[in-house]
């Protein structure tokens, strides 16, 4: 018996309510509304409304870290991966793993067993909730479930499910951009590979064309270096030709110069006889020309006219000097004309701009002679205005004094009445 109450203190009981399915015992026959009745006047009907009324899905801690883990935050995630090994473990039938997971102390009388496991699983059912944003009013950690409230269950399951949306939405998105990668790289390849096919079939041909290019340029060069061997060979024929009836010419010139050179030197020498003679006669003249009177005159005549001519040429460097002079005169008095119309024309502009100030000014004059009425219009009025103030405050102080005679003859009037009062309540009490 000590036995049994310690093993009920030990552990949590529960008690199992049984009812009959029908009233004829028969096995597997489920009468309803007998079922129902019994179960309505056990209370159990009233304890399943109440319980949805308040905190209707009851879920253990396990079973809901199981399926809402993954919208665990990231630090808390490593914590629930232990605890679920530890579950296992725990559940598991293996001896040394039951060693492990048991607790060192003994537990005492009339306290429950709570494992490091469930305190983890807990706590980690609490984080979840807070990170889900449940109200705390709606729910209710126990010691190895949970009790929410109507509607928290769907919120969880809506949050799960958004959460997956993203996840699949970002896994499809990753394998897409993998297989468009992957697609993308294929093309690439092919088209690398299309290309480089294509630009080896166009080296190809343009090295069958420059090679075909060569051969004609070898042997267009082949064919010029034979003309020009020839015409270098003909060249060099039409040379030695030419050098020889150069020689034959040459020699030609040099006899041909030597009687010329002959004939030259005769006719030098006769020349030289005649030049002689004719110096010896033009001297003679000379000499009978100066000494005749005519020549003499002439000779002044020379110098009169040289003379003349030096006057006259300085006469025309004087009048080319003169004419200088005067077109000089003549371009200066164009400038002084231009200046002296400037000078009208700027006369006149600022003839124009005088009449203008004058009459700007004119118009401040007037605008000005109008301001001063105005001021003094309004020193009037302004003096009109301190006067009346003036009197106004006269008049305001002579009304004060009047209040106050009119207040101080009311309060003596109201002493006279007040005493008149006492009198008459005096005369009364006699």
């Given at each position: 018996?000590?036995?049994?109450?310690?093993?009920?203190?030990?552990t949590?009981?529960?008690?199992?309510?049984?009812?009959?399915?029908?009233d004829?015992?028969?096995?597997?026959?489920?009468?309803?509304?007998?079922?129902?009745?019994?179960?309505?006047?056990?209370?159990?009907?009233?304890?399943?409304k109440?319980?949805?009324?308040?905190?209707?899905?009851?879920?253990?801690?396990?079973?809901?870290?199981?399926?809402y883990?993954?919208?665990?935050p990231?630090?808390?995630?490593?914590?629930?991966?232990?605890a679920?090994?530890?579950?296992?473990?725990?559940?598991?039938?293996?001896?040394?793993?039951?060693?492990?997971?048991s607790?060192d102390?003994?537990?005492?009388?009339?306290?429950?067993?709570?494992?490091?496991?469930?305190?983890?699983?807990?706590?980690?059912?609490?984080?979840?909730l807070?990170?889900?944003?449940?109200?705390?009013?709606?729910?209710?950690?126990?010691?190895?479930m949970?009790?929410?409230?109507?509607?928290?269950?769907?919120?969880?399951?809506?949050?799960?499910?958004?959460?997956?949306?993203?996840c699949?939405?970002?896994?499809?998105?990753?394998?897409?951009?993998?297989?468009?990668?992957?697609?993308?790289?294929?093309?690439?390849?092919?088209?690398?590979?299309?290309?480089?096919?294509?630009?080896?079939?166009l080296?190809?041909?343009?090295?069958?064309?420059?090679?075909?290019?060569?051969?004609?340029?070898?042997?267009?060069?082949?064919?010029?270096?034979?003309?020009?061997?020839?015409?270098?060979?003909?060249?060099?024929?039409?040379?030695?030709?030419?050098?020889?009836?150069?020689?034959?010419?040459?020699?030609?010139?040099?006899?041909?110069?030597?009687?010329?050179?002959?004939?030259?030197?005769?006719?030098?020498?006769?020349?030289?006889?005649?030049?002689?003679?004719y110096?010896?006669?033009?001297?003679?003249i000379?000499?009978?020309?100066e000494?005749?009177?005519?020549v003499?005159?002439?000779?002044?005549?020379?110098?009169?006219?040289?003379?003349?001519?030096a006057?006259?040429?300085?006469?025309?460097?004087?009048?080319e000097?003169?004419?200088?002079?005067?077109?000089?005169?003549k371009?200066?008095?164009?400038?002084?004309?231009?200046?002296?119309?400037?000078?009208e024309?700027?006369?006149?502009?600022?003839?124009?701009?005088?009449?203008?100030?004058?009459?700007?000014?004119?118009?401040?004059?007037?605008?000005?002679?109008?301001?001063?009425?105005?001021?003094a219009?309004?020193?009037?009025?302004?003096?009109?205005?301190?006067?009346?103030?003036?009197?106004?405050?006269?008049s305001?102080?002579?009304?004060?004094i009047?209040?106050?005679?009119?207040?101080?003859?009311?309060?003596?009037?109201?002493?006279?009445?007040?005493?008149?009062?006492?009198?008459?309540?005096?005369?009364?009490?006699?």
């Open positions: 018996m000590h036995s049994l109450v310690r093993t009920l203190e030990e949590q009981a529960h008690f199992v309510r049984c009812i009959k399915p029908n004829n015992r028969k096995p597997f026959t489920l009468y309803a509304p007998t079922a129902l009745s019994q179960l309505r006047c056990s209370g159990v009907l009233e304890a399943v109440v319980s949805q009324a308040g905190f209707p899905s009851r879920i253990p801690f396990s079973e809901l870290l199981s399926r883990a993954l919208l665990l990231s630090a808390s995630r490593d914590v629930e991966a232990r679920g090994r530890a579950s296992r473990a725990r559940s598991s039938p293996h001896p040394i793993a039951l060693k492990e997971l607790d102390h003994e537990p005492q009388p009339g306290l429950v067993r709570v494992s490091s496991v469930q305190m983890e699983q807990q706590q980690l059912a609490m984080t979840l807070k990170s889900l944003k449940v109200n705390p009013a709606s729910y209710l950690v126990g010691r190895t949970v009790f929410l409230a109507s509607g928290v269950l769907a919120q969880c399951e809506s949050s799960r499910s958004r959460f997956l949306d993203r699949f939405a970002t896994l499809q998105a990753r394998h897409r951009a993998r297989r468009e990668e992957r697609r993308f790289r294929l093309i690439r390849q092919g088209v690398c590979t299309v290309q480089r096919g294509a630009r080896a079939h080296a190809r041909v343009k090295g069958k064309a420059l090679l075909v290019q060569l051969k004609a340029k070898a042997e267009e060069d082949r064919r010029a270096k034979a003309e020009a061997e020839a015409e270098a060979e003909a060249e060099a024929e039409a040379e030695a030709e030419a050098e020889a009836h150069l020689q034959a010419q040459v020699e030609a010139v040099k006899r041909e110069e030597g009687q010329r050179r002959l004939q030259e030197e005769a006719a030098a020498a006769e020349e030289a006889a005649h030049a002689t003679e110096r010896t006669v033009a001297k003679q000379f000499e009978d020309l000494s005749h009177p005519l003499q005159e002439l000779k002044e005549l020379k110098e009169r006219a040289l003379c003349a001519e006057k006259v040429v300085k006469l025309e460097e004087q009048l000097d003169a004419l200088e002079s005067c077109e000089d005169l371009e200066e008095n164009a400038q002084l004309e231009e200046t002296t119309s400037d000078y024309v700027q006369l006149q502009d600022y003839e124009e701009e005088l009449e203008q100030l004058h009459s700007e000014h004119e118009k401040k004059a007037v605008a000005l002679a109008l301001a001063q009425s105005d001021l219009q309004a020193n009037e009025a302004q003096i009109r205005l301190i006067q009346e103030v003036t009197a106004l405050r006269a305001l102080a002579s009304r004060d009047e209040l106050r005679r009119a207040i101080a003859s009311k309060d003596y009037l109201v002493q006279q009445v007040a005493a008149l009062d006492g009198a008459s309540s005096s005369v009364r009490q006699l």
